[in-house]
């Protein structure tokens, strides 16, 4: 199971940090997380993940936040954050936390990629 909490509502070039705490059987160091976002209207959009450490454990951005956004992991804590700064108005969206358990060779930027998922936090960005 995983639990996201951090979203809220601030002005455009502010800051948040979204948490994402994971809970199971799975050991978390093996899985490859990830932030996706849901605007309005709109599909569910990759933001960022992660791999295990073994695959490189580095992170991997869309274009529309690379550069502000920074994902990590905090494997003793079985948390993964996502770091975002500089926020814009378009960034304001439901951020979701997911998790998967395979590894795939491609960059695993689709929803479909990944098996479990947080309910979600609201981050409203303000113009």
């Known amino acids: 199971q995983l639990q996201a909490f951090g979203g809220g509502s601030v002005q455009a070039g502010g800051s948040l940090r979204l948490s994402c705490a994971a809970s199971g059987r799975t050991s978390f160091r093996t899985l490859t997380l990830a932030w996706f976002r849901q605007a309005p209207g709109k599909d569910r959009e990759f933001v960022a993940n992660i791999r295990r450490s073994a695959y490189g454990g580095t992170g991997n951005y869309a274009d529309s936040v690379k550069g502000r956004f920074t994902i990590s992991r905090d494997n003793p804590r079985n948390t993964v954050y996502l770091q975002m700064n500089s926020l814009k108005f378009e960034d304001t969206a439901v951020y979701y936390c997911?998790?998967?358990?395979?590894?795939?060779?491609?960059?695993?930027?689709?929803?479909?990629?990944?098996?479990?998922w947080g309910q979600g936090t609201q981050v409203t960005v303000s113009s």
């Open positions: 997911g998790a998967a358990e395979r590894h795939l060779a491609g960059p695993m930027i689709r929803a479909s990629d990944y098996d479990s």
